[in-house]
């Protein structure tokens, strides 16, 4: 059955959770593309269903629904879609318990935090604690951004509180371009390293916290780099 009204629930549910207010109260996350779907199926995500556009098909053991073209193009938040989405629903948080993990303080770009999301996997960083105002990791363009690392990574919003309470087992290492060369940084067996806000660095209640600051040597008449390009580095060279 082809879907062709906007009186349809899921149509309303899809439409909802375009906001990030709904996909809280909803516990619920839409992701587009057959690319970003393929990843979520093969880690495992909890897939509420698949919705389609009329002229595409996609083989899969998940509930789906197609919407005629019309009604497909009303829903999609991409300019160039093809044709291919799922509702997810957010996974449990776990207990944070690697011994490298990364903490975004502040992050206001989506595209940023997808980013370190992705980065992150690929050196090891397998879990993530976010603070409190950090930008919606289920934002569309952080979704498209972390290439389906969002799906694998245990990933916490936590209160400066709570970030605290790990003092007592991890040592703080935080990005600033005050701090020690990262190449002389003899790494302990357990750091959360930190990343601050694109225009403001870290807050106070991080620095507080942090035992080391470290920064990346650069050349040139470059100030700083773009806060997801110097994670990455960072994270590498803890590797």
Not at 40 to 48: E, K, L, P, T, V
Not at 75 to 89: E, F, H, N, P, Y
Not at 200 to 224: C, H, Q, W, Y
Request: hydrophobic share 40%; glycine share 4%; with cysteine.
């Amino acid at each position: 059955m082809i879907i062709k009204s906007v009186s349809n629930q899921n149509y309303k549910l899809i439409n909802r959770l375009k906001n990030k207010k709904y996909r809280e109260k909803e516990n619920l996350f839409i992701i587009e593309s057959r690319k970003l779907v393929d990843e979520a199926i093969n880690s495992s995500a909890n897939i509420d269903f698949i919705f389609l556009r009329s002229d595409v098909s996609y083989e899969t053991d998940f509930e789906s629904l197609v919407f005629d073209k019309a009604l497909f193009n009303k829903l999609t938040m991409l300019k160039s879609s093809d044709g291919i989405g799922a509702v997810v629903r957010k996974p449990a948080p776990k207990k944070i318990k690697s011994k490298k993990v990364l903490l975004l303080d502040s992050i206001n770009d989506p595209g940023n935090i997808g980013t370190m999301i992705r980065s992150a996997e690929a050196f090891g960083f397998n879990d993530i604690i976010l603070s409190p105002d950090c930008v919606d990791i289920y934002n569309e363009k952080a979704l498209r951004a972390s290439m389906g690392s969002v799906f694998r990574l245990n990933i916490v919003k936590l209160t400066y509180d709570e970030i605290e309470s790990f003092k007592t087992c991890y040592k703080f290492l935080a990005a600033d371009m005050a701090g020690l060369d990262i190449r002389e940084y003899k790494s302990d067996s357990k750091i959360i390293l930190a990343i601050g806000n694109e225009a403001n660095g870290l807050g106070k209640e991080v620095r507080s916290l942090t035992d080391t600051f470290v920064k990346i040597p650069m050349e040139g008449a470059i100030e700083s780099l773009n806060a997801a390009i110097a994670a990455s580095i960072i994270m590498n060279r803890l590797m």
